[in-house]
């Protein structure tokens, strides 16, 4: 079993940042990938960005490309994602997820069902 728990949202003006945190804790040498998944009132869950444990790989959707940033930090089993220049339409709870399933060749998955464990979310509130 893996243990997320997401941290750092709050309420920002249209055009700020944010840093989000994912720690993540029990079985963590199984969870291959992290993602950063969002999911607004009313709609779908979607994939923002994700990065391999190992070697760094990342992915992003292409709304938030140039415009967030996916980290992580090994030693502190710990996974960030630096949101910037936010507009309201990205108001959302922003949830960590892990995919520990090996694939070959190594990819990057952007549904939620292919990520086992989840987070509770943090709501991030863009204003306008």
């Known amino acids: 079993q893996v243990q997320l728990v997401e941290s750092g949202g709050g309420l920002v003006q249209a055009g700020g940042s944010l840093r989000l945190s994912c720690a993540a804790s029990?079985?963590?040498?199984?969870?291959?990938?992290m993602g950063w998944f969002r999911q607004a009132p009313g709609k779908e869950r979607e994939f923002v960005a994700a990065i391999s444990w190992i070697g760094g790989t990342t992915r992003y959707t292409g709304t938030v490309k140039g415009r967030f940033t996916i980290s992580r930090d090994n030693a502190k089993n710990t996974v960030y994602l630096q949101l910037s220049s936010l507009k309201p339409e990205e108001t959302a709870v922003y949830y960590c997820a892990a995919d520990p399933t090996p694939r070959f060749p190594p990819t990057i998955q952007v549904v939620p069902n292919a990520y086992d464990y989840w987070g509770q979310g943090t709501q991030v509130t863009v204003s306008s």
């Open positions: 029990g079985r963590t040498f199984s969870s291959r990938i």
